[in-house]
């Protein structure tokens, strides 16, 4: 049974192991600010919790066989080395609110990581786009050759988009960076304990306030995360899917270097695109580790239940796919070729009749009689004059459009996103330091 009620628990608690240590020492600065540990208590808990931190990172400090989860890890590691200080670590909290705030400072580190990494894509397809500002190729709707669009205008928008879910994290971080620890087992425990102490101390911005309110939110809090994840995966799966169907050799708007392609096992001509066939693969793995997360809480009644255990495979899993997809395009996106040859040749008749349907609006014709008297010349064949490039760009001088991408715009939106990122940052990463203490051999 002990195997069935463990399961993979071990595996994803690796993840969260030095998380446990740093929860620990925001506790400890808790109960001592709440006077139930003495100074020298105190004092020899810290020194224990920094050795462990330092024994997690020497590979010294696992999770076994013997442990059910990081926390009886470290209780035990503790315990066994510094005696009656390890017994007295559990003093005013449950393994529920502990390992909610593990959750919750892995998800501080992860997230800030996925929004430099997002920023740092953005920027690249930014700078793709004011690379290819005036290549011009198709657009299309429903698969099909539509009107004139840019390689510009195709990167930009991915920018931009990608911008829309970056510019949504405060708020999401706003319900990460508020801190469980005192909920216990979701009903507070019969003592007085200073929470705000402990959020301060673990750079929290504020204290999950109703104390059941922290069960009520496992699985929410997850599912919210993964949604937000999933947004940058559409993007990802979009962008990846555009790129494989626009280098192929049918339309060969775009190339692939040897470095962004593998090979065949029977055919030496393939340059298959698998990295991006991967990543449109992985953002919807990202789907459905939201899914999990959503149902495994759903229709739970209130109070703290064994099912969410199983919170953490999806969330960790999916957290770690959407940071690598992110690392991977930030490597290919620069690397993509453009043939602006192909491009050119792409933007023929068909594609250039609302330029036609327009020209004729702007001479006087009523718009719907020009949409007709275009639409039935093309059947019998005729062959407008085609406009040059510059005069299809000047012709699209509106805010957004091919001949005004508004690249400093989203470069302004990149930079306020990045000032927000270095401040939570630096609040949270002081904490971290605080805790730890400094390096072994320097005094403080």
Not at 211 to 234: H, I, M, P, S
Request: hydrophobic share 45%; charged share 25%.
């Amino acid at each position: 049974m002990l195997t069935y009620t463990i399961g993979e628990d071990r595996g994803w608690d690796l993840r969260l192991l030095a998380w446990d240590v740093y929860g620990s020492l925001g506790h400890v600065e808790g109960l001592r600010a709440s006077r139930l540990l003495s100074a020298r208590a105190h004092l020899r808990l810290r020194a224990a919790l920094r050795s462990a931190l330092r024994a997690i990172e020497d590979g010294k400090l696992t999770i076994d066989l013997v442990h059910e989860d990081a926390h009886t890890a470290v209780e035990d590691w503790l315990t066994r080395r510094h005696g009656v200080s390890g017994e007295q670590l559990h003093t005013g909290r449950s393994r529920n609110d502990q390992v909610a705030v593990d959750v919750r400072l892995f998800l501080k580190e992860m997230l800030l990581e996925l929004h430099a990494l997002g920023t740092d894509l953005a920027a690249a397809l930014a700078g793709f786009a004011a690379q290819h500002a005036t290549v011009l190729w198709p657009g299309y709707t429903h698969t099909r050759r539509a009107m004139p669009s840019s390689v510009g205008l195709w990167a930009a928008a991915y920018g931009e988009s990608l911008m829309d879910t970056l510019e949504s994290l405060p708020a999401l971080w706003a319900r990460v960076d508020r801190c469980p620890l005192g909920s216990a087992a979701g009903y507070g425990v019969p003592l007085a304990l200073n929470r705000e102490a402990t959020a301060r101390a673990l750079g929290f911005g504020a204290v999950e306030h109703n104390v059941a309110a922290v069960q009520l939110g496992r699985g929410k809090l997850e599912a919210a995360v993964l949604a937000w994840c999933g947004e940058l995966g559409q993007d990802l799966g979009r962008l990846s899917s555009d790129v494989i169907l626009f280098s192929a050799e049918e339309y060969g708007y775009l190339t692939l270097p040897v470095s962004l392609a593998t090979g065949s096992s029977i055919m030496p001509h393939k340059r298959n695109p698998d990295l991006f066939e991967l990543t449109r693969a992985r953002a919807a793995s990202v789907a459905g580790d939201h899914a999990a997360a959503l149902h495994l809480a759903r229709g739970l009644p209130g109070g703290y239940h064994r099912d969410f255990q199983l919170l953490k495979e999806p969330l960790i899993r999916g957290t770690t796919r959407t940071l690598e997809m992110l690392e991977m395009m930030i490597v290919a996106v620069p690397a993509i070729g453009v043939d602006r040859e192909r491009c050119a040749t792409a933007i023929h008749n068909g594609t250039l009749a609302t330029d036609e349907v327009m020209r004729r609006v702007e001479a006087g014709t009523p718009f719907r009689r020009a949409y007709r008297e275009v639409a039935d010349e093309l059947t019998r064949g005729a062959v407008f004059p085609a406009p040059s490039k510059r005069e299809i760009l000047a012709r699209r001088r509106s805010t957004g459009g091919l001949g005004n991408l508004g690249l400093a715009h989203l470069r302004a939106r990149l930079r306020a996103s990045r000032a927000w990122e270095t401040r939570e940052r630096r609040r949270f990463e002081s904490a971290l330091r605080r805790l730890a203490g400094p390096p072994p051999g320097r005094k403080p």
